[in-house]
């Protein structure tokens, strides 16, 4: 199983600043990672796919980078919509498995 | 457009059973890998369960091994969650989700249902 650990929990920004979340896998993962952004009562949205490419809806602030164990989710100047909850999820074998999530709150 | 929705949720006693459904529409459904994924309340997202898009491959998580099991029809554009011997821990908002395309072996979610709460309790 493919253990992956997001950091940090939480993370408060300010709106126009930067926000870099992490993510980490116990074991290497390639390029085959996925980020999901969720706000409270909605289902998880597809963000990044293949570690870097933007699903369709998501501006140019998005951008994800990565590969092997370490990846990192990076948004460039946050806007009052982008506060929510960050997932990452690994795809690279069956046995899919999500991180625990960053929260990203305004501070 | 691409719609999942869920049906079956509710409130069972521990130990008990419970079957979950997921109907797609506006795709072709016998195309895609669906998954079963949970929330708890107040907590992360936790990877069930999938199925391939003809039902030759299907895999859960530990959690659930050999207490749930994942089943379609693709004639009926459904997907569905057998729950067995259930705890409290299992008590979550289930979502079905399908892959973003028709590949077949990359799992990430394109798409996802609005959810069914499952909640165990004696």
């Known amino acids: 199983e493919t253990v992956m650990t997001q950091s940090p929990a939480t993370l408060s920004v300010s709106p126009g600043e930067r926000a870099t979340l992490s993510c980490r896998a116990s074991?290497?993962?390639?390029?085959?990672l996925a980020w999901y952004q969720q706000k409270p009562g909605q289902a998880p949205r597809l963000l990044i796919y293949?570690?870097?490419s933007r699903a369709t809806g998501f501006p140019a602030r998005f951008s994800g980078s990565g590969s092997g164990t370490e990846f990192t989710l990076t948004i460039s100047s946050l806007q009052s919509e982008d506060f929510a909850v960050y997932y990452c999820?690994?795809?690279?074998?069956?046995?899919?498995?999500f991180g625990q999530g960053t929260r990203l709150e305004i501070k | 457009q691409v719609q999942l929705v869920e049906s079956g949720g509710g409130v069972v006693q521990p130990g008990t059973s419970l079957r979950l459904s997921c109907a797609g529409s506006?795709?072709?459904?016998?195309?895609?890998?669906v998954h079963w994924v949970r929330q708890a309340p107040g907590k992360g997202l936790e990877w069930v369960a999938l199925?391939?898009?003809?039902?030759?491959?299907?895999y859960y998580a530990d959690s659930v091994r050999g207490r749930f099991t994942i089943s379609r029809d693709n004639s009926k554009n459904t997907v569905y969650l057998q729950m067995n011997s259930l705890r409290a821990e299992d008590t979550a908002v289930y979502h079905c989700?399908?892959?973003?395309?028709?590949?077949?072996?990359?799992?990430?979610?394109?798409?996802w249902g609005q959810g069914t709460l499952v909640t165990v309790s004696s």
């Open positions: 989700a399908r892959d973003f395309d028709d590949s077949g072996y990359e799992n990430y979610l394109g798409y």
């Open positions: 506006g795709f072709t459904f016998s195309s895609y890998t």
């Open positions: 199925m391939s898009s003809d039902g030759s491959n299907k």
């Open positions: 074991q290497s993962v390639s390029r085959n």
């Open positions: 293949g570690a870097s």
């Open positions: 999820q690994q795809y690279n074998n069956w046995l899919i498995s």
